[in-house]
């Protein structure tokens, strides 16, 4: 999860990239960017966030695909996650856009409202892009008004990371998928007791918007229905009430504590922080949760019905609407996504490979135990994924910024959970129509 701060941040920079784009000047200086003619060599440019493993590996792929098409060149730019947005509004404003960039859900569809990603269809039916080896669900959460605009790079599914060291020495079992939540925060409060109070059982997870939406499913709600909340004033209520009575029991630490943790640095995780026996995060981060961890980690689904889940794609793969070389960047995108020997080169760092033939080949050559706990969690679950939403509406960062403010005001006792809720309901659906 992003604090505040983060997630506003974000936004401005989303809003700036989104203005760039559309800027008319930008086009006139795209056609003479460092990319040659249709008929000679073709440098792209390629943009991500991650860090050096990923950038590694991506680079890796890359160069694959140029030893295959040495006409095809690649332009590289990669950071980290705070401040993506921001640069990709950078390039833009340069007279640079990337031809292919890495999105996720929080953006997808207003790019593609917007006109500027790169419409995919055409690819997909001319075969240039195979996405027969992806599951429906996954395809289906890269579309936007019946058009595919994205390629999940890798398929994720947020869980439940939690010490399993630590319950050893308690002499308590560990949590499960399947659990529900009464059951789930009372495993919890019985971790605080047992533990005398030092560390708590579980991260307060009122404040992450997926652990909410997949509460919401649960129950045959929707978070959205359209460009509006589908939810009410009194769900949301009763979600921030479940937590309060979890913090009432001691299963969740300080409101303190919970809120240094609304960070997408991981080493501010409770898991990792001794802090609490669970955080609430993506399950392709265990690997790296395990690396600042002395103590072995497991890993569950969110509390609640599995299907209540969805195949979600961790990021896509875009390209930009004003490409000089469209059939070339879904080229590329098809070659990341379906070619044996990139899927071994990018392993595991995006999440599980979004083909299903390549992930079966890259999961015999996990070494490291973390990325195999994470594979073989992932592969089960995606046995059990219900059907997929559309993605997010346009706005959707702005709701989970919403959502974190109410939650840590509840938290913090500066508003109760129904006038919280009621206040997160308005300002959502401002937020979705503006």
């Not at 080169?345 to 999961?363: K, P, T």
Request: one cysteine or more; charged letters at 25%.
């Amino acid at each position: 999860m992003f604090p505040r701060t983060i997630v506003a941040g974000l936004r401005r920079a989303a809003w700036l990239a989104v203005v760039l784009l559309l800027t008319g000047g930008i086009a006139a200086c795209r056609d003479d960017a460092g990319s040659a003619s249709a008929d000679g060599p073709v440098q792209l440019s390629v943009f991500w966030w991650g860090g050096q493993e990923r950038a590694t590996r991506t680079e890796r792929a890359l160069q694959v695909y140029t030893q295959r098409h040495p006409e095809v060149t690649f332009r590289v730019t990669w950071q980290g996650p705070g401040g993506y947005y921001e640069r990709l509004a950078t390039q833009a404003g340069g007279g640079n856009p990337p031809d292919l960039f890495q999105l996720d859900d929080s953006y997808l569809t207003e790019y593609a409202q917007r006109d500027i990603v790169l419409d995919l269809t055409s690819s997909v039916d001319s075969r240039r892009l195979d996405l027969s080896r992806l599951s429906p669900g996954l395809v289906q959460y890269g579309t936007v008004a019946g058009r595919l605009m994205a390629v999940a790079a890798a398929e994720n599914t947020p869980a439940i990371v939690y010490n399993r060291d630590l319950l050893r020495r308690l002499g308590l079992p560990e949590p499960f998928t399947g659990m529900s939540y009464d059951d789930f925060l009372d495993w919890a409060r019985r971790v605080t007791d047992s533990g005398g109070g030092r560390v708590a059982g579980t991260m307060d997870a009122s404040a992450d918007i997926r652990a909410f939406w997949v509460w919401l499913r649960a129950s045959g709600r929707e978070l959205y229905q359209g460009p509006r909340l589908a939810c009410t004033a009194t769900e949301v209520a009763r979600w921030f009430e479940l937590w309060q009575r979890a913090r009432a029991s001691r299963a969740t630490p300080s409101a303190a504590v919970v809120q240094g943790a609304h960070s997408d640095d991981l080493r501010r995780q409770l898991v990792v922080t001794g802090r609490a026996a669970t955080s609430f995060v993506w399950s392709h981060q265990l690997p790296e949760l395990q690396r600042q961890s002395r103590d072995t980690l497991g890993i569950a689904a969110y509390p609640g019905d599995p299907e209540a889940q969805w195949a979600r794609a961790s990021m896509y793969w875009a390209g930009y609407r004003g490409t000089r070389h469209p059939e070339t960047v879904a080229d590329v995108i098809n070659f990341l996504t379906n070619d044996p020997d990139a899927g071994r080169i990018l392993g595991n760092d995006r999440g599980l490979s979004a083909n299903l033939d390549v992930r079966r080949l890259v999961g015999p050559a996990l070494t490291e135990p973390g990325a195999k706990l994470a594979a073989e969690f992932e592969t089960d679950m995606s046995r059990r994924f219900g059907p997929a939403p559309p993605p997010p509406p346009r706005g959707h960062d702005r709701i989970r910024a919403l959502l974190v403010e109410a939650a840590e005001d509840v938290q913090s006792g500066r508003r109760t959970s129904r006038t919280a809720a009621e206040d997160f309901v308005r300002r959502a659906n401002a937020a979705l129509a503006g």
